[in-house]
């Protein structure tokens, strides 16, 4: 069920003073909450017992977010009952600000984790030592929505600037971002530029090497929601990169998506299908292996992405594929997937990978790439494949209880 509360304050002082010296008359929860200050959390709801496995707990409280255009984050909160309360489940989300600091992001969570609390608290000895202070008056600290597709832009601005120095090595690196969106219920429009500049030099005994590599790009798209489950926009870029080989690339594509779950169920699960054909313009810095220095092309590009964030754990697994109209031959396959699984008491599993099969690099420059290109990675080397794993497992056992908060050394 769904529940939704007024502004409510837990004061802490009754449940320290009447149980503090007894855990096993307080209920035990495992906090699933990836993004919390755990010390923080402990600190503030020190009337309750935080166990270290769901299967150790008597409430499963599991935290998820999403971001959102204006920059603040919408949670979603789950408490799930276990062992006497098993099939007990409240379930509500929030909002925050975006100017609001780590920790008052924390202190807002914890006050609702304290709200969620409530039903379940009063079933037990700590119900006598609750006081409630409900305020009454209509507040709502979440943002708002303007109605209007033009009253609803964010803006932000960024930009990093880093440089490092050695006897022998000096690196300067800078890169800018934009962002520029406006969302609403059946719109959204994004524009993200960004540029990446590096300068090295590196002394050797003999000369002085320097190389400098640039990529920018100005992306922006816009998409119109047709229903619960179908979505369609156009896409254009316009990118350039002296590691690539690109002088200039220009990309447009209208392009249509269908999610097999309604989209309002993004916070806990998705499964979408995208489509995309467009036409392509490429200018070359050199000329390239096929002999172009510019070229026209039509590509297509499908894509498929499944996400799942529940307490048992999170998977996501992705395929992506695109060719070239001209020549189905230069076509690229990208396949890869997460997945961090509790698998029983105290064990858990994670397990990741990412494999592509290569055949579109059309922009590789002719001629032999040099070692000083191969050192600094200056050019794009020709491949046919890229893969990457990674496998983790974890295992807690031990105490039931973990409320000790010491951070020392």
């Known amino acids: 069920m769904r529940m939704r509360y007024p502004l409510v304050v837990i004061t802490n002082l009754f449940l320290q003073i009447a149980f503090a010296g007894d855990p096993d008359d307080r209920i035990t929860i495992f906090l699933d909450c990836e993004f919390c200050n755990e010390a923080q959390v402990k600190k503030e709801l020190d009337y309750v017992n935080f166990a270290l496995d769901p299967y150790r707990s008597d409430l499963h409280v599991f935290v998820s977010r999403q971001w959102l255009s204006s920059g603040g984050q919408q949670y979603f909160i789950e408490f799930i009952g276990k062992s006497d309360w098993e099939g ?14 780590s920790f008052e992001q924390n202190e807002l969570i914890i006050n609702k984790i304290e709200i969620g609390l409530v039903p379940f608290l009063a079933k037990t000895k700590l119900a006598d030592g609750i006081n409630l202070e409900i305020n009454t008056k209509e507040s709502n600290n979440a943002p708002s929505s303007n109605n209007g597709f033009w009253n609803n832009f964010i803006f932000d601005l960024g930009g990093n600037v880093a440089w490092s120095s050695e006897a022998t090595r000096k690196d300067l690196r800078f890169n800018t971002n934009v962002n520029m969106e406006s969302t609403t219920e059946e719109w959204r429009f ?38 619960t489950h179908w ?14 080989n690109i002088d200039l690339s220009i990309w447009l594509a209208p392009a249509i998506e269908y999610s097999i779950f309604p989209y309002s169920d993004v916070p806990e699960r998705e499964f979408t299908v995208s489509y995309r054909l467009g036409y392509l313009y490429r200018d070359y810095i050199e000329e390239t292996i096929f002999n172009k220095l510019t070229e026209q092309l039509y590509q297509q590009m499908l894509d498929v992405n499944l996400r799942m964030r529940r307490p048992w754990g999170n998977i996501f ?21 997460q997945f961090s699984v509790r698998v029983f008491k105290g064990l858990s599993v994670s397990f990741g990978g ?14 032999k790439i040099t070692l000083e290109d191969l050192l600094l990675a200056q050019r794009q080397q020709a491949t046919s494949f890229q893969s990457s794993m990674n496998l983790g497992i974890n295992y807690t056992f031990g105490a039931i209880y973990n409320n000790v908060i010491n951070t020392r050394l």
Do not use: C
């Open 88 to 101: 007990e489940k409240v379930k509500f989300d929030f909002t925050s600000l975006p100017t609001l600091t």
């Open 190 to 227: 994004r524009v993200t530029p960004t540029y990446f500049y590096r300068h090295q030099t590196i002394q050797t005994n003999d000369q002085e090497v320097i190389a400098t590599q640039t990529r920018g790009n100005f992306p922006w798209s816009l998409v119109k929601s047709i229903d």
């Open 231 to 244: 979505s369609a926009g156009i896409f254009n870029s316009y990118y350039t990169s002296n590691f690539s």
């Open 317 to 337: 697994a992705g395929m992506s594929s695109s060719n070239f109209m001209n020549d189905w031959s230069k076509n690229r396959l990208v396949l890869n997937g």
């Open 354 to 367: 990412n494999y592509e099969l290569i055949n579109d690099q059309i922009s590789l420059p002719k001629g």
